[in-house]
């Protein structure tokens, strides 16, 4: 029988379990197979998008290794909302929410069936913090792989992600590419398998569990297509069951220093703003305190975190030329070497300074610089304060160096009103265009705004125009972005009381956000008109918090 301090041993053993053990020998399980400790492989494979549609064949290669470390797999799938294909639509308003969903089945389904371990298996933007917070409910032994990115799309000598595509639609709109020009683009951004391929929010997240150590180093690195994937996968069942072997729970991974460790790396590759809402939301479902890990570290680890990683949105290469150029475990060694980072034990029983020990260097290459010659010497992050933001927000610095603008506020309500008027040429260099009525409650679901951002940058005006939100940012989104107002305009946030023509200032350097219109006087504009909100939507608006604190659902 198996061993009486395994969770699963509640599920199979003794007289009483007969009939629990009837059912699994009807899966085709055997006695030898319920008497080994029994691992759930949580997937989130779907064939709707090419950031997860070759996860469904990892899993395969993930069992062998399970098994042969002397466990048995047990299968379960989520759902998953793909944002690319989503974005700039009402169905946009589901990927924040499907975090908690994802979150909430893993949950269900490891403690349902009195599992001893979880291997996740990751592909789109939401499925990796959703694992990680699972992960971090769950308390036991737990390995994160992320499936990969995407390989770069190429028309003719330029390599192209989808961010081009979004890019590319701003100039359609512009007269600056015609119908067959969007086509190209369109037709050769994404040649398969694979997440978006710049360090937008899926490669930034993935960077993340390396450093949190939930992600054994150089798994994640990975590209979707490569042939050592499947390698990846086997190695990561094996890591899995040793975890379990050595009673290495997740939350001994989870801590304020291995968060803290995670922003830095996020910071120091210029990555998604989305890497703040989802490490909130990590450290509130492992139980650590807001005194110990809160939205404010952001600012300071950006201050002193140089760019060291060229990568898209703003810079030149992707995940797969980081990967070829010695990947996360270089730019750990870099980060460490200069102090930025602490030592922290990993998944894997070794720590993570022993694991970037072993980083190799792929000579000459441009990808991954050193901390005394950055890219840029300040981090992508700054989070603000004022009378527009009382609770706080997050600026986005990818792609320029600017660290002030004040200029007239154009507020519109919705994102597709945003949409409509800078497609009509409204929006003139020095325009703060203002969207509200987007952020957790008022979406609800708080949409990211890459239909705008990328118009913007489209129609040539990403270097002259700043943009505030109460939704957030895509990690193809570049420019000087504003979003995670808090409180939101649906929850009486003063950023409701702006009007187009108010006087806004942005001072990253001040860590202010205001205007000196008189707010307190107004009455706030009319929350956007959703229709009836029902079902997971409703549910979804009533139970979320402040983006400040990760927008989570759980109390937490």
């Not at 299968?75 to 690319?84: E, H, K, L, S």
């Not at 913090?129 to 799309?153: C, F, H, T």
Request: proline share 5%; aromatic share 4%; glycine share 12%.
């Amino acid at each position: 029988m198996t061993d009486k301090t395994l969770p699963s041993s509640e599920m199979k053993d003794g007289p009483a379990r007969a009939a629990a053990r009837a059912m699994l020998r009807a899966t085709g399980l055997d006695d030898a197979a319920m008497a080994r400790p029994m691992v759930a492989i949580v997937n989130t494979w779907s064939n709707v998008t090419p950031c997860n549609i070759h996860l469904k064949g990892l899993a395969e290669h993930a069992r062998r290794g399970i098994l042969a470390a002397g466990a048995t797999p047990v299968d379960f799938n989520t759902i998953v909302v793909t944002d690319g294909i989503a974005m700039g639509t009402g169905g946009m308003r589901a990927s924040l929410m499907s975090r908690e969903t994802i979150a909430d089945s893993a949950e269900l389904a490891v403690r349902g069936h009195s599992l001893d371990a979880a291997l996740f298996i990751v592909g789109c933007d939401k499925t990796i913090p959703a694992a990680a917070m699972a992960a971090a409910r769950l308390d036991v032994p737990s390995v994160i792989l992320y499936g990969g990115s995407i390989m770069q799309g190429r028309l003719g000598e330029r390599k192209l992600t989808i961010q081009d595509v979004f890019e590319a639609i701003g100039a359609h709109g512009a007269g600056r590419i015609d119908d067959a020009g969007l086509r190209e683009v369109e037709a050769a951004a994404c040649p398969g398998a694979g997440a978006c391929g710049g360090q937008f929010t899926a490669n930034t997240m993935a960077l993340a569990m390396t450093f949190l150590g939930l992600s054994p180093a150089g798994l994640n690195d990975i590209p979707a297509t490569h042939p050592d994937k499947p390698k990846a996968a086997e190695e990561a069942g094996r890591v899995l069951v040793e975890a379990l072997k050595a009673g290495r729970n997740a939350r001994q991974f989870i801590t304020p220093t291995s968060l803290r460790n995670a922003a830095i790396a996020g910071t120091a590759t210029a990555g998604s703003t989305n890497l703040v809402l989802h490490l909130l939301a990590i450290a509130r479902e492992a139980g650590i305190a807001e005194a110990d890990f809160n939205i404010d570290l952001f600012d300071e680890v950006s201050r002193a975190t140089p760019v060291i990683a060229d990568l898209k949105p703003a810079g030149r290469f992707m995940a797969p030329d980081m990967s070829e150029a010695g990947g996360s475990a270089l730019l750990g060694r870099r980060l460490a070497e200069a102090g930025l980072i602490a030592d922290a034990p990993t998944v894997t029983g070794r720590s993570l300074f022993e694991t970037f020990a072993d980083a190799a260097e792929t000579p000459g290459q441009e990808v991954i610089l050193t901390v005394d010659k950055p890219l840029k010497p300040r981090g992508g992050y700054g989070v603000l304060y004022g009378n527009l933001a009382p609770e706080g927000c997050v600026v986005k610095l990818a792609g320029q160096s600017r660290l002030r603008f004040e200029g007239p506020a154009k507020v519109y309500d919705g994102e597709e009103a945003c949409f409509a008027a800078v497609s009509a040429g409204e929006i003139e260099d020095g325009d703060i265009v203002v969207i509200r009525g987007e952020g957790p409650v008022g979406g609800p679901g708080m949409r990211e705004m890459l239909g705008v951002t990328a118009a913007i940058q489209g129609r040539g005006l990403g270097d002259s125009v700043a943009l505030v939100t109460d939704g957030r940012f895509s990690g193809a989104t570049h420019g000087f972005m504003v979003g995670h107002v808090a409180p939101e305009a649906a929850r009486g946030g003063p950023i409701a009381r702006l009007r187009t023509g108010d006087r806004i200032v942005i001072d990253v350097e001040a860590r202010t956000i205001g205007t000196d219109a008189d707010l307190d006087s107004r009455a706030p504009a009319a929350p956007v008109d959703r229709g009836e909100v029902t079902g997971a939507y409703a549910k979804y608006a009533r139970l979320v918090g402040s983006a400040s604190q990760g927008a989570v659902t759980s109390g937490a």
